[in-house]
């Protein structure tokens, strides 16, 4: 029951991730704090440290058009749906909401605001107004509305303006207003109505527009060919008077100019902040290497700092002396050319995070894509980036003026069972076109150094496969000299299991990784790969026909195919715990599930399934479809689903993986929390209700000796953890030293005395040995012995494996499935898993939760 009620109240929750460059970040006046906009949260982070100092959500979480900056602790929201909120920052406290009418009389209802700009407090207008862009229901272009401040009564400026947040600027007292068309300046002076202007650039398209905060009527912009235009007097009588300044080739994605005006700052997608001179054109400073395409660029009041958007999410702080000072980081995302932008996170042949989410055994951290060749490690506990790896070892390769430059990429990783070794696949197409032809395929192994605290490159592997990698798996083995074992497949018909060299020498030991075999199966194109959960059984996907190898003596053992499934396994994932001989395979329209030591074939569920991951501490299987974005909690060795939520993400889903629970949520019955990411590219985890509102901090993984132990009760971890110290206390001459379970006794006996009576047995079965245990034995080694017994009767899962590979043994031959399908008549027919089962489940079947561990541990 706990786990059934555990199921029902999952609910999705985003816990990081989310774009920081949406919008250009602000700075408070005096530079300390600056603010940034992520959806419906103006987020505050210190300038000194880079530290997040506080977050505010916007009432029913309404989308943020954009906020004007009042003081340190205040700050103007305007939201998407025209409320125009007074925020303390530094209590979170709502100090004022005004509404603004969108459905005037007479007018088309306004859609959507999506940019607001107030001028500051010290402005004296004639008529006191702040600027709006919002989309009318049946236009495709934004309106640039004026709004009056004191009775918010709107009215309109320009038409058909530039969907862009660079579109619309104005001076620091309000007067003057700039906005840009596809090909047109539009210039106003809010104190005389009548008083506009238009002006033209040509055939070049503007970008973006900047105001100069001193000199009057003076205003910069940005084309698509690079070049910026300063105009002076452009609400005089005669033609403006214009500066052209051409540094860029790419084109310029924002304009700022310093506060006193003397100089401007411009950025774009050569990934370069360029600072020129107003008075000087000629005399110019640049930054390069920044970093990915820049998107925004912002100064600080005072000028101490100016913020530079970057399109991973980055955004850093540059000093006066024009050099990087701090950074402000989140997920780190994939780059979006616009020329390529496309659906569902598939750009030209490259998925986003398409390397998916790793856990390192080392941390705990998320591993996964981030910026053009590298991997990042990101701590979801406090949403925070820590670090990231240079894979590929390049530079960032900007794009051309009409053409799109591939970078290689980072597009499997795979970790050893304790973190010591790190396999990384990594490609480059050829061109920028869907050719699928590739320049670069590498293969690289890391090992990680304990005293440096980093993975160092070991081996590298040019070309391993005649086509990118398609799976890349690691043996969940402990890892020992000779024996570790890499997988890798790819299209080319084969797959290779790659070894571990040493050759000790004089100069000391050194290894090195290479390819031991390179199997086939009849000339089928090879797919996925997955290792038994004790690392000695290989499963390979080759078309539709599943084979099992051995990893020892690296021979075939079995294959396993049924005539009426002839669709491609896609993946596969082996079973853990008591499913352990269970063999999961996703195809394009069924989950099939084999059973590795009947060779026979379990059961057929007919729903497509995009991705599926297994609870290495339970005996739960999680997937989510492809086509509706449903996700599906079940058991392999059972067709029934025990959950079903619908709909858990707006966007694709494109990874997703189980990650320990801290021992507080073992209480609801969950021993590990479902993450996954989407292609808006936010980290979002599935908890219980009561933890969707708590702050990330609350939420915390285990380490790993506790998950290797969260199989056990609160009381047979103390009696195991007992063993292990004295076990740890013997030197190697057999002298024994004082063992003690110290504090960890402490809080196991502190937590058992905590949890529900009733997930707890009867006080009569554990008082005794409790009291023994904790009681000084007349022998060590007889306490020794006495401890050891309990720990090992209380490992039931060992017991099943006996058991199971008792059952493989009495096997003499096992034969394929093709085989046993004649003589056993097997049918999908008899399969009880049925779309029917996927639409209408019953949630209140679960199976009873396993208590026999009460009688095997206290006997």
């Known amino acids: 029951m706990i786990l059934e009620n555990s199921l029902k109240s999952l609910q999705v929750a985003v816990k990081g991730g989310g774009?920081?460059?949406?919008?250009?970040?602000?700075?408070?006046?005096?530079?300390?704090?600056?603010?940034?906009?992520?959806s419906c949260k103006?987020?505050?982070?210190?300038?000194?440290?880079?530290?997040?100092?506080?977050k505010y959500t916007t009432p029913g979480a309404s989308s943020i058009a954009n906020i004007h900056v009042q003081s340190p602790e205040s700050v103007l929201i305007f939201t998407t749906t025209g409320q125009l909120l007074t925020v303390n920052l530094v209590s979170n406290e709502m100090l004022g909401m005004r509404q603004v009418n969108l459905c005037p009389k007479g007018w088309t209802p306004i859609g959507l605001f999506t940019n607001f700009l107030y001028p500051s407090l010290e402005a004296e207008l004639s008529h006191p107004h702040f600027l709006a862009v919002g989309y009318p229901q049946d236009s495709a272009l934004p309106v640039l509305y004026s709004i009056s401040t004191e009775e918010l009564m709107i009215s309109k400026l320009c038409w058909a303006i530039l969907p862009s947040q660079h579109s619309v600027a104005m001076s620091p007292s309000g007067r003057f207003v700039v906005a840009i068309q596809e090909t047109s300046l539009y210039c106003k002076d809010m104190n005389e109505p009548k008083n506009c202007k238009w002006h033209s650039s040509g055939t070049r398209k503007f970008t973006c527009v900047a105001v100069h905060p001193t000199i009057e009527w003076c205003c910069a912009t940005g084309d698509d060919s690079g070049r910026i235009l300063i105009w002076n007097n452009v609400m005089g009588a005669v033609s403006p008077a214009k500066t052209v300044c051409h540094w860029h080739t790419l084109p310029v994605a924002d304009l700022a100019f310093t506060p006193e005006g003397s100089q401007m700052l411009s950025g774009g997608g050569e990934c370069t902040l360029v600072k020129w001179d107003v008075n000087d054109t000629t005399n110019k400073r640049t930054l390069p290497r920044m970093g990915l395409p820049i998107r925004h660029v912002t100064v600080c009041e005072t000028g101490e700092f100016v913020g530079v958007s970057h399109a991973d999410n980055c955004i850093q702080l540059v000093d006066s002396y024009n050099k990087i000072v701090g950074a402000v980081k989140n997920i780190t995302q994939a780059v979006?050319?616009?020329?390529?932008?496309?659906?569902?996170?598939?750009?030209?042949?490259?998925?986003?995070?398409?390397?998916?989410?790793?856990?390192?055994?080392?941390n705990g951290l998320l591993v996964l894509n981030g910026r053009p060749g590298w991997l990042q490690c990101y701590d979801f506990i406090n949403d925070k980036h820590v670090y990231a790896l240079d894979v590929c070892q390049q530079n960032y390769v900007t794009a051309e003026r009409h053409k799109i430059v591939p970078n290689a990429e980072v597009t499997h990783v795979a970790f050893s069972k304790n973190g010591l070794w790190m396999g990384v696949a990594e490609a480059r197409l050829e061109d920028a076109d869907n050719t699928g032809k590739y320049s670069e395929i590498k293969l690289k192994f890391w090992k990680f150094d304990k005293t440096k605290q980093m993975f160092v490159l070991n081996t590298v592997v040019d070309w391993p496969h005649e086509t990118p990698l398609t799976t890349l798996k690691i043996q969940p083995i402990t890892e020992q000299d000779?024996?570790?074992?890499?997988?890798?497949?790819?299209?080319?018909?084969?797959?290779?299991?790659?070894?571990?060299?040493?050759?000790?020498?004089?100069?000391?030991?050194?290894?090195?990784?290479?390819?031991?075999?390179?199997?086939?199966?009849?000339d089928e194109p090879s797919g996925p790969l997955g290792f038994s959960a004790d690392g000695s059984v290989l499963a390979a996907g080759f078309g539709k026909i599943l084979t099992l190898w051995d990893t020892d003596s690296l021979d075939f053992r079995l294959s396993l195919c049924h005539q009426r499934l002839t669709e491609r396994i896609n993946s596969l994932e082996f079973g853990q715990n008591v499913s352990s001989h269970l063999i999961l395979c996703l195809?394009?329209?069924?989950?099939?599930?084999?059973?590795?030591?009947?060779?026979?074939?379990?059961?057929?569920?007919?729903?497509?399934?995009?991705c599926i991951c297994v609870d290495p501490l339970s005996n739960l299987v999680a997937g989510i479809s492809s086509t509706t974005n449903h996700l599906y909690f079940f058991s392999p060795d059972d067709p029934s689903p025990l959950a079903v939520h619908k709909s858990v993400s707006k966007s694709k889903v494109l990874s997703m993986t189980f990650v320990p629970n801290h021992k507080q949520m073992e209480s609801v019955g969950m021993k590990s929390t479902v993450l996954f990411v989407n292609s808006s590219q936010e980290l979002c985890a599935v908890l219980p209700k009561k933890y969707i509102d708590q702050e990330d901090g609350d939420i915390l993984r285990v380490s790993s000796t506790d998950a290797e132990n969260s199989g056990l009760t609160a009381y047979a971890q103390m009696v195991a953890e007992k063993t292990v110290s004295l076990v740890e206390s013997t030197d190697k001459w057999g002298s024994n030293k004082t063992g003690s379970s110290g504090m960890k006794a402490y809080s196991i006996l502190r937590e058992m005395m905590d949890a529900s009576p009733h997930t707890m047995p009867s006080a009569t079965y554990y008082c005794s040995q409790l009291l023994k245990t904790l009681s000084k034995p007349t022998s060590d080694h007889h306490r020794l012995a006495q401890m050891e017994k309990l720990v090992t009767s209380s490992s039931t899962s060992s017991k099943r494996k006996t058991k199971l590979d008792?059952?493989?043994?009495?096997?003499?031959?096992?034969?394929?499935?093709?085989?046993?399908?004649?003589?056993?008549?097997?049918?999908?027919?008899n399969v009880s898993f049925s779309t029917a089962l996927l639409q209408s489940v019953d949630l209140d079947s679960v199976a009873n939760e396993n208590t026999t561990w009460i009688d095997k541990i206290f006997t």
């Not at 408070?28 to 906009?37: A, E, N, Q």
């Not at 505050?44 to 530290?51: A, E, R």
Request: charged residues 15%; negative net charge.
């Open 336 to 362: 979006v050319p616009e020329a390529t932008e496309g659906g569902d996170g598939v750009l030209n042949n490259t998925k986003v995070f398409q390397a998916g989410i790793q856990v390192d055994p080392n």
């Open 42 to 54: 103006v987020l505050s982070y210190s300038t000194s440290t880079g530290l997040l100092i506080s």
């Open 587 to 610: 195809t394009p329209s069924n989950l099939v599930v084999w059973d590795a030591i009947t060779s026979s074939l379990l059961w057929v569920a007919p729903v497509s399934l995009d």
């Open 806 to 829: 008792e059952k493989a043994q009495k096997s003499n031959s096992i034969v394929s499935l093709g085989r046993n399908a004649d003589s056993k008549e097997t049918s999908l027919q």
């Open 482 to 522: 000779g024996m570790l074992a890499v997988s890798s497949s790819s299209k080319d018909s084969k797959f290779k299991f790659w070894s571990l060299v040493s050759d000790p020498s004089i100069h000391g030991k050194s290894e090195w990784w290479v390819c031991e075999k390179s199997p086939t199966y009849k």
């Open 19 to 38: 774009n920081l460059a949406t919008h250009r970040p602000l700075f408070s006046p005096d530079g300390s704090t600056l603010f940034v906009i992520q």
